[in-house]
């Protein structure tokens, strides 16, 4: 298979060939050409996505996972970190039709303090630095824990864990090789996870300007997670029982695209994740990156951290020789807005072209 058109991020027009699913840029005789022209970007990453619970909530089954996985491969999102799954996807490796799943093992919360049956609960937080090395190793290099959480008993966020006990379990973490990563909403939970050595922090909606400059001197990621934030007025209206955490909620949401536009511009690299899976369904990292494009990002930049940086930020390659043959093909400049985003013209995942979809009836 042949291909020409500009190239990302390189922004040059090339040739390029597939052959037995791998990049080469010698061509490769008899070749057939599926495209003259286009845009060809390095496969799509969701940075923070759920193959494994099923919209609405609950445990997805075998064939739910993969058509999760099927509806993000034909999005383009070829690589998906996982955030955390209550289902072991392991057997999706085999499955040279869906994208590569980087795994996280499962949530680690305490009782009453996350989503109900996600993740494992601990009663005592000094099981947590034990619980992290052993999720490590279930993991693919990545251990989600969730950093805080309503608390009921005083109606507001709180964080989970004490600083002293984040410390041993992100050293513990990373002396398993693991990177680390936790779900945080709110303001207090943040000094401790940063302070910690976190490698990420998911949402990160309470980031102020203080909590923005330790992530700059620690290098911490942030994955906004933008489309569920969205969601929080939702949340906010079904918490009628605590007044003072809808109020929180409804603020955060309020001022999300400031802070992660303060985020950006201060340094924190960031990475698209839309947090698919439960209230967010799966297929939309189109709306993220445009989503950042609109929190301070360039379109440019946006989707750099939908692709290119998000994989080397992953250990994955993009367009290079030999590389895997993970890229998706767009009609109009990807960059030039949200149409030409949603209009992939092919999808290829490891040299298996998928039929992208049609600008103007939507239609594969
Ligand atoms: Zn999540």
Redesign the pocket.
Known sequence: MHLRGVVLPGDEVRDLWVRDGVISFEPVRDAETLCATGWIVPGLVDA???VG?RYGGGHEDRDGAIAQAEVERDAGALLLRD??SPIDTRFIDDHHELPKIIRAGR?IARPKRYIRELGIELDDERDLPDIVAEQARFGDGWV?IVGDWIDRSVGDLRPLWSDAILKEAIDAAHREGARVTA?VFGEDALPGLINAGIDCL??GTGLTDDTIEMMVEHGTALVP?LV?IDTFPDIADSATKFPVYAAHMRDLHRRVRDTVANAHAAGVPIYT?T?A??SIRHGRIADEIDALAGAGLSRHEALAAASWRAREWLGRPGIEDGAPADFVVYRTDPRSGRDALDAPAYVVLRGRVYPGRDPVTGHR
């Open positions: 923070h996505c759920h619970i955030a955390g949530h989600k779900h998911e949402h997670t569920n994740g947090d899976g439960g």
